[in-house]
């Protein structure tokens, strides 16, 4: 919870489209009153499906909430370090 409140104070009501709930999909990020994760809509986006492929399979999402899970992910990678091991 409290990486949201961080991405809440940068992003503002943008962020508020996320929501983590331990009642919701096990906790995972989903997209405010639904049970889309933030994962689904990234993984579609990855496999090559457009923009307009994604809101056919999520009725119910709008291009902001894609552009929100977006943002999500990437501000979840921006602060990761990586430490390499040589073996």
Known sequence: MCFIVLL?????????RIVVDE???CGKPVIRGTRVTVE????????????EEVLEDFSQ???EDIRTALLYASKLLEDETI???RT
Do not use: K, Q
């Open 61 to 63: 999402l709008t291009r």
């Open 83 to 85: 430490i390499v091991v």
């Open 23 to 25: 009642r919701v999909m």
């Open 40 to 51: 689904a809509v990234i993984r579609r986006l990855a496999e090559g499906l457009s923009i």
């Open 8 to 16: 809440r104070c940068w992003y503002g009501d943008l962020l508020d």
